[in-house]
């Protein structure tokens, strides 16, 4: 089992930053590849990044390329995504995801494990 914590969420107006963490424990994280996902109220869960196991590969959607960056520290059991040029559009419940294999990362079902989301708003 994998427990997983978000925070950092929270209200930021348009072209803010946020730094949004994940703090996992139970079994070896570092042994599974970490994402981020984003659900707009009334919508289905989306993609927005990935890391690898070992934080080598990353890969991120194409509405957050330039502005996040995901990051991991196996160390300390922590997956961050730093947000910067916040858009209205990113308003969301942001969630992190585990999973055991390292492929299909941008695909929700996928995930063998989640926490239980972190609501960020921004403002225009």
């Known amino acids: 089992q994998v427990q997983l914590v978000e925070s950092g969420g929270g209200l930021v107006q348009a072209g803010g930053s946020l730094r949004l963490s994940c703090a996992a424990s139970g079994r070896t994280v570092s042994s599974y590849a970490m994402g981020w996902f984003r659900q707009p109220p009334g919508k289905e869960r989306v993609f927005v990044a990935a890391i690898s196991r070992s934080g080598s590969t990353t890969s991120y959607a194409d509405s957050v390329k330039g502005r996040f960056t995901i990051s991991r520290d196996n160390a300390k059991n922590t997956v961050n995504l730093q947000m910067n040029s916040l858009k209205p559009e990113d308003t969301a419940v942001y969630y992190c995801?585990?999973?055991?294999?390292?492929?299909?990362?941008?695909?929700?079902?996928?995930?063998?494990?989640w926490g239980q989301g972190t609501q960020v708003t921004v403002s225009s």
């Open positions: 995801g585990a999973r055991y294999l390292p492929s299909e990362l941008t695909i929700t079902r996928q995930y063998d494990y």
